[in-house]
């Protein structure tokens, strides 16, 4: 035991220290002591926990949930150029290259071909195995030090294992969002009504961009390496190198292969043209690399990119075809968004006839006129895009297409909010195909999930004037129902008992069809946890709204707005009297005792022997309140593992009693 104290109170300086210098470091841009001190201490500190890990406490740096807000971030210069590679699609010109290469070198040259990763590269340096700046390409030079988010993604170590590494090096490696990850955010932003990200390396991008660390760590993004830069450099060949920075604890992916002749480079592409699209994440081609360092030496750079590389990419999915119209297409939120109308053609496989062109930027950009022949290209996306104009084939006469000034469907002015790109509707009340698309939402599945009721009846509804608001769904009678095209009695019979057993769904559910902009369907149960009944949440002021957990402004902001205006209040109200549910089922949870009253907590990290959620619950039920935010206010921080640096050195200078998962539960216990 007493040999235990002492490392005890080092980790503890440590961490406290450690924490501060963070804290002064990220937000206030202060750096109180060199970088190299600091690292030092930071991997003392990563020593200690690892020799004794019951002692590592749950607010260490060493842990990676984020929660650094960097404002700007600082430029940084590359100590090794960053380039980019020779691109080519065709095996003629790998020849030419493999000639060229063995008319510099020799014949005896060995190649490494890998994937050629869709996503964005970065520069990861370490010193004495420590993680210490993660940097952005920019223009090749210079990047962004995005070390704060670099650090969340758990594909690049923090500290290299092992012990043979040179005391400064950097790792180059292409970032990404996997697709599962892509297609789940797009999900959830299609929820709540914000525009969708184009592909996973606009959102990785846009990701790494972020200035709140904890948006980052949250996205789950990837890194697989795939260079080794130090001087001088212990390795002999980039094969080796890849080897010994997966020892190290970076990912390479196994995908990579040595080859030492052009036709088994010709080989491998051939061989991954197919298998490439099974792997999780995006790659658009093959990178072929001289592995020998003196050969790439020897064979040196052109002004934009080494002699020794080049990259081949596969043909992209594209077509050339005519753009014969755009539509405007006015979503459940008033968004109106471009669609191209395509002469049909044949694309990967299927015909096309659509494409999307995302926003009005984007006509203007691609200098888009009707009748041009376009480009349309499948890339990680699902729905093909327009990707460029082939202006010699412009006919003379072509127009420039004019973003329409009016709603195309019910003729009001359009409106657009400073920072986005899209232009809205503002008639929610009156034009159709937001009407439209607000029932269906209200309808599908995971909101009250009505069956027998698709668009097609909807727009009947619509039509004949039965159905304006979701409410108007509830008083339909048979009789309006047989009425219609293709309803049947079964049908009409369906429908009705569908209508009548929505009415038991929870609350939570209810919120989320109302259809409040930014309130998905996580959202709304954070909401209905934390507001028992819809008064509770209507009268919630700003304050109240963003003191629940993952409620943030932006979404406080649109409840507010929803509720101050009177038809939603009116539908709600109606919504209320057909038997709907807006009381919440469990969150008044019987008192268990109220040693708790009158406190307020923030919980933070992960915890041992109970949920966050638990944790959570057993606050309420002993009369506390959960909040998400410290302030001078609070009256205790719960803190678990893996916590932001950030929340604990808040709670520190404001003195908020931090109590540990176990010190909670002996609270309620006692
Ligand atoms: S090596 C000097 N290897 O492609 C060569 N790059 O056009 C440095 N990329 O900026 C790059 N996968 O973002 C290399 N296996 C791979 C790659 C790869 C993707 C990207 C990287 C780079 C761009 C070069």
């Known amino acids: 035991m007493a040999a235990e104290k002492e490392p005890l109170l080092e980790i503890q300086e440590l961490t406290q220290r450690l924490n501060y210098l963070n804290y002064q470091y990220y937000q206030n ?295 014969q119209g755009i539509q405007y297409q006015v979503g459940r939120t008033g968004a109106v968004t471009p669609v191209a109308l395509l002469e049909p053609v044949l694309l990967a496989g299927t015909v096309v006839k659509r494409a999307s062109v995302h926003n009005a930027n984007e006509i203007h950009r691609l200098d888009l006129r009707l009748g041009d022949v376009v480009f349309v290209e499948k890339g990680g996306e699902i729905i093909p895009k327009i990707t460029g104009v082939d202006t010699s084939k412009r006919p003379d006469d072509s127009q420039p297409i004019e973003y329409p000034t009016h709603c195309p469907a019910c003729g009001t002015p359009l409106i657009r909010t400073e920072g986005e790109a899209n232009f809205y509707c503002p008639n929610d009340e009156g034009c159709a195909p937001q009407i439209k698309a607000k029932l269906e939402h209200f309808i599908s599945r995971k909101a009250m999930n009505i069956d027998g009721l698709g668009p097609e009846t909807v727009e009947q509804l619509y039509q004949l004037g039965l159905v304006r608001h979701a409410a108007d769904l509830y008083s339909l009678t048979y009789e309006q129902l047989i009425s219609l095209e293709r309803m049947g009695e079964k049908s009409a019979n369906n429908l009705l008992s569908s209508l009548q057993k929505s009415k038991e769904a929870p609350f939570d559910r209810v919120l989320f069809a109302l259809g409040i902009r930014f309130v998905g369907s996580t959202v709304a149960k954070k909401l209905t946890e934390h507001f028992p009944d819809l008064e509770a949440l209507r009268g919630a002021t700003l304050e109240e709204l963003v003191a629940v957990n993952e409620i943030g402004e932006r979404i406080a902001t649109s409840i507010i707005a929803y509720f101050s205006q009177p038809e939603n209040v009116q539908m709600v109200e109606k919504l209320k009297e057909a038997g709907l549910q807006f009381k919440a089922e469990n969150t008044a949870p019987a008192l268990e005792s109220d040693k708790l009253t009158g406190k307020t907590f923030v919980i933070s990290g992960v915890f041992e022997s109970v949920s966050r959620e638990e944790l959570q619950q057993l606050i309420i039920t002993h009369g506390g309140k959960v909040v998400s935010s410290i302030s001078a206010k609070l009256s205790y921080l719960v803190a678990g593992d893996k916590m932001g640096p950030a929340k604990l050195e808040k709670a520190n200078k404001l003195r908020i009693t931090i109590l540990s998962e176990g010190q909670f539960l002996e609270m309620i216990q006692a």
């Open 29 to 323: 841009s202060i750096s109180e002591v060199p970088d190299y001190e600091f690292d030092m201490m930071l991997k003392r500190l990563q020593e200690l926990e690892e020799q004794h890990p019951e002692l590592a406490l749950p607010n260490s740096p060493t842990t990676r949930v984020g929660g650094t807000i960097t404002k700007n971030f600082k430029t940084v210069l590359h100590k090794y150029p960053m380039l980019s590679l020779g691109n080519t699609y065709s095996e003629e010109d790998l020849r030419e290259f493999d000639k060229r290469v063995r008319k510099a070198v020799g014949d005896d040259v060995e190649y490494v071909c890998e994937q050629k990763f869709d996503g964005v590269a970065i520069s990861l340096t370490y010193e004495n195995g420590i993680f210490v700046q993660g940097a952005t390409r920019g223009d090749g030079t210079r990047g962004d030090d995005i070390t704060a988010n670099v650090r969340t993604i758990r594909d690049i170590p923090l500290q290299v294992h092992g012990e043979n590494f040179p005391e400064l090096f950097e790792v180059r490696g292409e970032v990404f969002m996997p697709f599962s990850v892509f297609e789940q955010l797009n999900q959830d932003r299609e929820e709540t009504g914000e525009q969708l990200l184009a592909n996973p390396r606009n959102a990785a991008s846009g990701t790494l961009k972020q200035q709140d660390s904890s948006i980052v760590a949250s996205r789950k993004l990837g890194c697989f390496s795939y260079g080794f830069h130090c001087s001088p450099n212990p390795f002999t060949t980039h094969s080796e190198s890849l080897q010994a920075i997966q020892k190290w604890g970076f990912k390479v992916s196994d995908t990579w292969r040595k080859c030492t002749s052009i036709e088994t480079v010709l080989e491998y592409i051939q061989e991954w043209e197919q298998k490439r699209l099974e792997l999780p994440i995006a790659t658009d081609g093959v990178v072929i690399k001289v592995s020998s360092y003196a050969l790439q030496e020897e064979l040196g750079f052109t002004a934009k990119s080494p002699r020794w590389a080049i990259a081949y990419k596969y043909p992209a999915m594209s077509a050339a075809t005519k753009l």
